[in-house]
């Protein structure tokens, strides 16, 4: 009886290739993107239930998790945003949009929405 050839597997594939190093490094910033949302359901809670939602969110670890969250979202928004032009085709008159039209609009409504979020959350009362 003979067995079947397989040949070994490379688990460092993506790491030969700026592309795919980028790609599984942002795929694997979607769990801090899962955290970003899970924190924001448990203040969401206290702040219902009237708990203090500062008691949580004031720990020392949950602080440098919600900054390394915050990093990784936004390299996460970033890269998922430059990737748009790829997969996003705008025709005016026959002529295709530049890449850098189509990313520069999306960074510029990300930042003017972050902005109008900002404006809100952080004036006071």
Do not use: C, K
Request: glycine fraction near 4%; charged fraction near 10%; avoid cysteine.
């Amino acid at each position: 009886m003979t067995t079947a050839y397989r040949p070994p597997r490379d688990h460092a594939w993506f790491l030969r290739n700026r592309n795919y190093t980028v790609f599984v490094a942002r795929e694997l910033t979607s769990v801090f993107v899962a955290w970003a949302i899970v924190f924001l359901m448990i203040v969401i809670d206290a702040v219902l239930n009237g708990g203090d939602p500062a008691a949580f969110a004031g720990q020392p670890w949950v602080i440098a998790l919600n900054v390394v969250a915050l990093a990784a979202t936004t390299f996460h928004a970033v890269t998922f945003l430059n990737l748009a032009p790829t997969a996003t085709v705008i025709r005016l008159d026959g002529y295709r949009l530049p890449a850098w039209m189509i990313q520069g609009g999306n960074h510029s409504a990300w930042l003017l929405i972050s902005a109008v979020i900002a404006y809100f959350v952080l004036r006071t009362p």
